[in-house]
């Protein structure tokens, strides 16, 4: 075989996105480990290096990506329109994962599967009190090499924003370029990870066929049909929120519209997320839909759009809660309050640099698992589904954008309701009274 045809083949490969390649790793994993039996743990450790190239990336990884993300967050852009914006993202985002934690705990995904890929590091939950005070770490850098991630999370977050004062605020030139500089540095480092990342995620195809092959070998098709259990707690999840949250208390409560206008206004975008899993790709139809259809003023969509892209993770909140209840029931760990509190602080602090990661949800799984306790070798496991989790993921972000972005304009009075979507729903509702009155 010619070079020639090696290198046709190999940019073929390429050519077929990345998470399309790891599904198609999952399912010959499957079918080899289900075919085999015990003798495919042979291959374990090739999993094994995935899964140590993961931990390697962890740290770093939070701490340069929450340092690019908060050089967005400038107090010159956290004005009254700002600071509303990140205080929504924040709060809608809490109620993501408190919301799949609550189905995961109803549901029980995972439950009664005995998976043995992997142990739990602890098998004893931290207090309510031990993780509240973990949070803040007595020695930051003690926190990132001992891999506290919770700590090293509020440490990055808590520096990265006073950078960002000090880079607007100070007197002196010479500090302000030199918070810039820090900053430009932690860009420059970020943009390399980036590049391990891809390498690793590469490997990942490997790695995900060889965890899978070993896990299903030793566990049986049971643990492959309790994936249908966790794609579908997650589905459900995403409903509620979409329901509750967005189209609910935002829509219905704080708005005082039809949540049927808003689905018309935003459904360009949602469908788009749903296709192409990126809600930065969906970004200019995001855009179309908040100013063509929902009648928001630039002034706000110019600011609350292009950061819900990069820091808004409400269907991954979701997902990365209901898999970590998941991934506990699996190795038959019961996660108490303060380890689920663990999970909700973690996704609510992290959602601002890992929106930009490729492979984001696998690397979020990550640090949840890592900060948890909870074996790695379920993030393979899971790779397999990743694909279908990731579109309902992203639409529900994508959502969540428009819905935030609307109700920031409300209250900056920066959004005409007389217009798109909303005088159609109007229009409508009127229809419909008038039908009903005869």
């Known amino acids: ?20 390649r790891i599904a198609a790793g999952f399912l010959l994993g499957a079918l080899v480990g289900l075919s085999v039996g015990e003798r495919a743990t042979v291959v374990r450790p090739l999993g094994e290096l995935f899964l140590n190239l993961l931990r390697m990336l962890v740290v770093p990884l939070v701490v340069f990506t929450l340092l690019s993300g908060m050089q967005k967050l400038s107090p010159s852009k956290l004005g009254r329109v700002g600071g509303t914006v990140v205080g929504l993202y924040a709060v809608t985002t809490a109620i993501a994962a408190a919301i799949g934690l609550a189905v995961a705990n109803l549901v029980q995904p995972g439950r009664g599967v005995e998976f043995t890929g992997g142990e739990a590091q602890s098998a004893s939950a931290p207090s309510v009190a031990e993780v509240v005070l973990g949070i803040v770490p007595e020695n930051p850098l003690g926190a990132m090499a001992s891999g506290d991630l919770l700590a090293t999370i509020f440490f990055a977050v808590v520096f990265g924003l006073a950078l960002a004062i000090v880079r607007d605020t100070a007197d002196d ?56 259990t966790l794609v579908g707690a997650i589905a459900l999840g995403i409903a509620v929120h979409i329901a509750v949250t967005y189209l609910g208390l935002v829509v219905v409560g704080l708005l005082g519209q039809s949540p049927l206008a808003f689905l018309d206004g935003a459904k360009d975008a949602m469908v788009t997320a749903f296709s192409i899993r990126s809600s930065s790709g969906t970004l200019p139809v995001t855009i179309a839909d908040a100013e063509d259809n929902l009648g928001i003023d630039e002034s706000v969509y ?73 074996p790695l070798e379920i993030v393979g496991f899971v790779a397999g589904v990743d694909p279908i989790l990731g579109r309902i993921a992203t639409m529900n972000n994508v959502t969540g954008d428009l819905a935030v972005s609307s109700l920031a304009a409300k209250w900056n009075d920066a959004i005409d309701f007389g217009s798109g979507a909303w005088a159609r729903g109007s229009e409508a509702g009127g229809a419909a009274a008038s039908v009903s009155d005869d």
Do not use: C
């Open 173 to 228: 030139e010479a500090i302000r370029e030199g918070a810039e500089t820090f900053f430009a540095l932690a860009n420059a480092a970020t943009e390399a990870l980036f590049k391990v990342v891809w390498g690793v995620m590469e490997y990942g195809v490997i790695g995900v066929f060889a965890l899978t092959a070993a896990s299903l070998g030793s566990s049986g098709v049971e643990a492959a049909l309790s994936l249908a």
């Open 1 to 20: 075989m010619s070079t020639k045809t090696l290198r046709r083949g190999w940019h073929r490969y390429r050519s077929v996105p990345i998470v399309y």
């Open 302 to 374: 110019g600011f609350s759009l292009p950061l819900g892209a990069t820091i808004n993770m409400d269907g991954a909140a979701i997902r990365q809660a209901v898999t970590a209840v998941f991934a506990a029931n699996l190795v038959g760990v019961s996660l108490g309050i303060g380890d689920q509190i663990v999970v909700l602080a973690t996704v609510v602090l992290i959602s601002v640099g890992t929106a930009g990661v490729p492979g984001a949800g696998l690397i979020m799984l990550t640090i949840i698992l890592e900060a948890l306790g909870l």
